[in-house]
């Protein structure tokens, strides 16, 4: 039985009685008889149904990026277009799904919100074209990726197309990633290689959670710094849907805002393995003896040292003070399962979380 007969025969036939599965077999599943998706799922990070290597295509270089493609089986996915969530399922002639990694060659930094378009040739021949999504997983954290049919077995090349990065840029990244590049990765598809990389469905599907960061010697990290070495003093933490909001005030603001007074930063993470929430928009307000010492939106901010956050120049902080912290716009990214149900994509959208500042 080939896999479009499969697809056929199997529908969205679920097998959640599956403990783990490898090979041919593992192939299809993904295809056609993917587990369903967990009933009950909480409104916040979950285990998802099953979990999937993936393999390294290649790495390119272009301008200013540093860029990989790796692949796996193709994937359901769901797409946020401002309060609206919609999935998208694998469709019958998809073969992989690829996932681009975008990234400065000279810090290592993951670069969100650059835009990114790939075509697929097969020597001088398109196979396919598509502006792919910005994403999240929980085995990859911020990516870039889609489905997409290949023809057959062969040498492909996956062109990646990356656009100038839109967002505010401060220090050592001042003056960089303004101009759009181009990156070329050579991809050699085998269908029966594919058919080998792990499948494992997951006991544990639906309980809050997530599953272990993917490590892959020659990508980046795109988890956002840990607390302890964010610069600037930490004020505290709170949490909105599930998204963890991390408030550092510096004495003064980054190379490049020209502006004096502090800066407050807040590194918006997921919970349990801090993957950068980028794409959002952030209000704050803060609060002294109950009046307003401030009351603005935090600009969406890269940074060397900071990473990506958001930020704004402040008249200080003191003692006392209560930090709420509100967002006006759900993280405008796709989302794999497990967090398909987190950072306002659900039910409740995304509430006000407050910091009292300590001593």
């Not at 299809?28 to 149904?49: I, K, M, T």
């Not at 505010?168 to 269908?191: I, L, N, Q």
């Not at 599907?205 to 892959?216: K, L």
Request: with cysteine.
């Amino acid at each position: 039985m080939d896999r479009r007969t499969f697809l056929r025969a199997a529908g969205g036939a679920g097998l959640a009685g599956t403990a783990a599965t490898a090979g041919c077999l593992g192939f299809e599943l993904s295809q056609g008889g993917v587990p369903p998706v967990p009933e009950n799922r909480p409104d916040a990070v979950y285990h998802p149904s099953h979990v999937e290597g993936m393999e390294m295509a290649g790495m390119g270089g272009g301008g200013d990026y540093q860029v990989a493609v790796t692949y796996s089986f193709p994937h359901r996915f769901w797409n946020v277009n401002g309060e609206s969530v919609e999935r998208t399922d694998i469709q019958e002639d998809d073969a992989v799904h690829l996932m681009t990694a975008v990234w400065d060659p000279d810090t290592g930094q993951v670069l969100p919100e650059t835009g990114l378009s790939v075509e697929i040739l097969q020597g001088e021949e398109l196979v396919s074209q598509e502006v792919i999504y910005p994403m999240l997983s929980q085995p990859m954290g911020f990516h870039y990726g889609a489905n997409f049919p290949l023809p057959g077995d062969g040498t492909y090349t996956v062109r990646a197309d990356v656009g100038a990065v839109g967002t505010r840029k401060t220090g050592e990244f001042r003056g960089k990633f303004t101009e759009p590049a181009s990156a070329d990765v050579e991809f050699e598809y085998d269908e029966s290689e594919v058919n080998d990389i792990e499948f494992e469905t997951l006991e544990n599907a639906g309980e809050e959670g997530a599953v272990d960061p993917t490590s892959m010697d020659m990508l980046p990290s795109s988890a956002a710094p840990a607390v302890e070495d964010l610069p600037g003093e930490v004020l505290g933490e709170a949490t909105s849907n599930d998204a963890v909001l991390v408030a550092t005030l510096l004495d003064s603001p980054p190379a490049g805002i020209d502006e004096e007074d502090s800066y407050l930063a807040v590194s918006a993470r997921t919970p349990y393995n801090r993957m950068l929430i980028p794409a959002m928009a952030l209000e704050a307000t803060l609060t002294r003896g109950g009046e307003s010492a401030f009351d603005g939106e935090l600009t969406a901010t890269l940074d060397p040292d900071l990473s990506y956050h958001y930020g704004a120049v402040v008249d200080g902080v003191e003692a006392g003070d209560e930090l709420e912290l509100t967002p006006t716009v759900w993280p405008q990214t796709a989302r794999h399962e497990g967090f398909e149900t987190a950072f306002g994509a659900l039910l409740g959208g995304m509430p006000p979380a407050t910091i009292s500042v300590g001593d």
